[in-house]
């Protein structure tokens, strides 16, 4: 019987706490960001979660994205989130999709001082994984901007007519 009170009084915490957390929970926050390390790691590839949450950085001239400009949009690999149009993306010759523009909203910018370099990070507004790092020497003729990404952090998402 008192067995069956302390599983009673388990369960009436377990229910309380998981309203609590409902709560606190703004209204705009996406689940993503409540995921934990090991959630991640699961989901993820090796490849995804060595740049997306541990901040890596892929090879130059091997992801698959940085020589691919097909009709179509970049969402985040992490979330699904929207990011980038590929009518944004042009020909950096680095190594790296690049893009003159990310969709409004989508991305948050995070200053960086690793490796003794003062660069802004780029993360995803969603999820906040990492996504790459924005630099000035992008397009005159369009925003001056050149969001330099990981393509293992993206998924291309052709346009469908
Ligand atoms: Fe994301």
């Not at 926050?29 to 950085?57: C, D, F, H, I």
């Not at 149009?85 to 948050?108: L, N």
């Not at 910018?109 to 996504?131: F, N, P």
Request: glycine share 8%; charged share 25%.
């Amino acid at each position: 019987m008192l067995a069956m009170k302390n599983l009673f009084l388990l369960l009436l915490v377990i229910t309380f706490q998981s309203c609590q957390s409902q709560n606190k929970e703004p209204k705009n926050m996406n689940s993503n960001s409540k995921k934990t390390e090991a959630q991640w790691k699961a989901e993820l590839t090796p490849e995804q979660y060595e740049v997306l949450r541990n901040k890596g950085t892929e090879r130059a001239f091997t992801g698959e994205y940085w020589d691919h400009f097909e009709k179509g949009k970049y969402v985040c690999a992490g979330c699904g989130n929207d990011l980038f149009t590929s009518d944004t993306k042009f020909d950096s010759h680095c190594g790296w999709p690049s893009f003159d523009k990310a969709i409004k909203g989508s991305v948050v910018y995070v200053q960086d001082l690793s490796y003794g370099m003062v660069r802004t990070e780029v993360l995803c507004a969603k999820c906040d994984g990492h996504l790459g790092h924005i630099f000035d020497d992008g397009p005159k003729e369009t925003t001056g901007q050149r969001f330099c990404m990981n393509s293992v952090s993206m998924k291309f998402v052709p346009e469908t007519k």
